[in-house]
Structure formats: structure tokens, C-alpha cells
């Protein structure tokens, strides 16, 4: 029954963590693909964007966990969908002109710019809590599920 209770808290991180894993193989496949075509620019480009959206993993990873903990899992999980779909564009638009992967790479800095800064103040809740006495938890929680929304302006 506990261990029931612990999954509720993370299951949401866990589904866009299983999608991030397929879509880092479907990445992995399609350069797969294009380094047997024999086309040296198509695997260059391809190449290119993968290694580009694999810097930029861990972090996502690391602050899209450190969100969902310290603050709430819904609106960490739904700024790293958004992540996922902003970078499946990143990825797609590289393979053609890399002009049209630029939408894709500056729309992505703002989920993960969002997660940041819920770690960041979910961090600092810990502290004042531990420290002082005064958790604002639930605050954070209904602030960031309003401001969520907010990263689907473009």
C-alpha cells in the first residue's frame, strides 16, 4: 500500500521518462538509417541533431525529477511533454534546412527554463521549512499548475 502511494507521486515523471527513452531510440534508428544510405549531408545533419538533442538530455532529466519532487508532478510532467514535442520538431526541422530547426531550439529553452525554476523554488521551500518552519507547498503547487499553461503562448 505504501509503495502504491510512492508511484502516485512520480507516475506522471515516469510516463514522460519511458516517452523520452523511446523517442531517444527513434532518434537512434533514423541515424541508424541514414548512415546506411550512404548519403554523407542527410547523416551529417541527422548526426548532428541527435548529438545536439543528447547534450541537452540530462539536464532535462535532472530538473524535469527535481520539479516533480520538490514542487508537483503535474505541471513538471506536462512542461516535459511539451519538451519532447519541442525537440521531435528540433529534430525533424534539423533534417531539412537548419533554419527550420530554429522554432524548435528557442521555443525549447522555455520548459526548461519553466522546470528550473521550479526546482530552484521547490529548493528553497525545502529550506525554509527545515530552516523556519514555513512551507508553501500548496501555494507553489496552484501557481504552477496556472503558469504551465502559460508555456503554450508563443
Same mark, same amino acid.
Given at each position: +500500500?505504501? #509503495?502504491? =502511494? !510512492? =508511484?502516485?507521486? !512520480?507516475?506522471?515523471?515516469?510516463? *514522460? &521518462?519511458? $516517452?523520452? *527513452?523511446?523517442? #531517444?531510440?527513434?532518434?537512434?534508428? @533514423?541515424?541508424?538509417?541514414?548512415? @546506411?544510405?550512404?548519403?554523407?549531408?542527410? $547523416?551529417?545533419?541527422?548526426?548532428? /541533431?541527435?548529438? #545536439?538533442?543528447?547534450?541537452?538530455?540530462?539536464? $532535462?532529466?535532472? =530538473? +524535469?525529477?527535481?520539479?516533480?519532487?520538490? *514542487?508537483?508532478? /503535474?505541471?513538471? /510532467?506536462?512542461?516535459?511533454?511539451?519538451?519532447?514535442?519541442?525537440?521531435? @520538431?528540433?529534430?525533424?526541422?534539423?533534417?531539412?534546412?537548419?533554419?527550420?530547426? &530554429?522554432?524548435?531550439?528557442v521555443f525549447g529553452k522555455r520548459p526548461i527554463l519553466f522546470l528550473i525554476l521550479m526546482c530552484m523554488?521547490?529548493?528553497? #521551500?525545502?529550506?525554509? /521549512?527545515? $530552516?523556519?518552519?514555513?512551507?508553501y507547498k500548496a501555494q507553489l503547487k496552484t501557481v504552477t499548475s496556472l503558469t504551465a499553461s502559460l508555456?503554450? !503562448?508563443?
Amino acid at each position: +500500500m505504501e #509503495n502504491q =502511494v !510512492i =508511484v502516485e507521486h !512520480i507516475f506522471l515523471l515516469v510516463i *514522460v &521518462t519511458l $516517452f523520452s *527513452v523511446l523517442q #531517444n531510440a527513434f532518434f537512434a534508428v @533514423k541515424l541508424e538509417r541514414e548512415g @546506411k544510405s550512404g548519403c554523407a549531408t542527410s $547523416f551529417d545533419r541527422v548526426s548532428c /541533431a541527435v548529438r #545536439n538533442c543528447m547534450d541537452a538530455y540530462p539536464t $532535462f532529466l535532472a =530538473v +524535469m525529477w527535481c520539479a516533480g519532487l520538490c *514542487v508537483s508532478q /503535474a505541471p513538471a /510532467a506536462f512542461a516535459g511533454v511539451l519538451y519532447l514535442i519541442v525537440r521531435h @520538431k528540433y529534430f525533424v526541422g534539423y533534417m531539412g534546412q537548419t533554419s527550420q530547426s &530554429t522554432p524548435g531550439y528557442v521555443f525549447g529553452k522555455r520548459p526548461i527554463l519553466f522546470l528550473i525554476l521550479m526546482c530552484m523554488v521547490g529548493i528553497l #521551500n525545502y529550506l525554509m /521549512a527545515y $530552516f523556519l518552519g514555513r512551507c508553501y507547498k500548496a501555494q507553489l503547487k496552484t501557481v504552477t499548475s496556472l503558469t504551465a499553461s502559460l508555456l503554450l !503562448i508563443p
